[in-house]
């Protein structure tokens, strides 16, 4: 069976459970994660190898580059955090900060679906929308020519409002400017970096300090 057959046979296997189970928020939020990370492959391995799409997404780190790129990913989760504060602050200020409502909700979630939060989430998450829209629109800014900053910029605006459109459901001004701005912040660290395992690791930093946060504080 080729890559994408399974990719493929996997893909619906999690529609049908979503389809037979939609009361289980457990099983919903598992599946919607496994459909975006399934979804990132199909768009990357069709027609390739497995190995393609995984060094197409920027999930092949070269030999004893993993700590460097963990490390740029903690820098990555710094300045998510600056980022957060400011914008929380402009919010604020202008009477528009509604944080509250994600709160809400990451207090309504089952255990298993905030561990999926900070483990599952970020990764297929950040395949789909950093490795492979960021990248595919970029290159078809770009026209097969050097990319340029034009379409790098392209790239990552697109990329991070259909990343935005994710976090709809939560009702949140907040979170949708969160979730746009911090994708762009994402997307010039996997651009800088050549991977998105560093923004991997920044974003499932971030949620889980997002969630400590909810739960705790």
């Not at 929308?129 to 379409?151: C, H, L, M, V």
Request: glycine share 6%; hydrophobic share 55%.
């Amino acid at each position: 069976m080729k890559a994408e057959h399974a990719l493929v046979f996997l893909f619906l296997a999690c529609v049908s459970a979503l389809l037979l189970f939609p009361s289980s928020l457990e099983l919903r939020t598992i599946c919607t994660g496994a459909l975006l990370l399934l979804m990132a492959l199909l768009l990357s391995c069709w027609g390739k190898s497995l190995p393609y799409a995984l060094s197409y997404l920027g999930l092949s780190p070269k030999k004893g580059e993993l700590q460097i790129l963990v490390a740029w990913g903690f820098a990555g989760l710094a300045a998510l955090l600056a980022l957060s504060f400011a914008l929380s602050a402009a919010l604020y200020s202008l009477g528009l900060l509604d944080t509250f409502k994600v709160e809400q909700k990451i207090l309504t979630l089952p255990a298993l679906a905030l561990l999926s939060a900070f483990t599952l989430s970020p990764i297929a998450e950040e395949m789909l929308f950093r490795g492979y829209f960021f990248r595919k629109i970029t290159e078809s800014s770009s026209g097969g020519k050097k990319q340029g900053r034009w379409a790098i910029v392209l790239g990552a605006v697109f990329s991070s409002l259909l990343f935005a459109s994710l976090h709809l459901s939560y009702g949140s001004i907040a979170e949708i400017a969160a979730a746009f701005l911090l994708g762009l912040l994402l997307c010039a660290l996997t651009h800088r970096t050549k991977s998105i395992v560093p923004s991997i690791v920044a974003h499932a930093s971030f949620n889980l300090l997002s969630i400590l946060f909810a739960v705790f504080l």
